[in-house]
């Protein structure tokens, strides 16, 4: 298996204690430079409000399985959680498009760090969405 680089995170988030616990929630806006071997991949893309985001949490801990989610006082295994430490730190975060600028994306509500290798965008629509009783 092979995972191929399609872009590349610009914040203001330097360390891992910069990034909020849950991007939605910050105001903060980065950029999502799209190299330009897939600048192509984003014609359209600006019909989208909302954006689901693949990128690679390459600061996190690769050998966890279990840990102590924030809402629990209680072990889960790493599946049963959404921490970024897990054996492929591979990370999602809907993130809203403010803007487009060629291969650039203006986004709100994204948690990755700088730097971050984003794998992949993918729109996000009212069928993602799904209504937990």
Known sequence: MQLQ?????????KNLTDIPRQGRMSEEVSEIEIHPAFTDGLLKIEQNKHLIVLYWAHLAKRDLLKT???ASKEIH???ASRSPGRPNPLSL???ELIAREGNILRVKGLDALDGSSIIDIKPYTKMDAIAIL
């Not at 680089?5 to 988030?13: F, L, P, R, T």
């Open 5 to 13: 680089e399609i872009g590349v995170v610009h914040n203001d988030y």
């Open 68 to 70: 102590i989610p924030p």
């Open 77 to 79: 295994g790493v599946f």
């Open 93 to 95: 975060c809907i993130a």
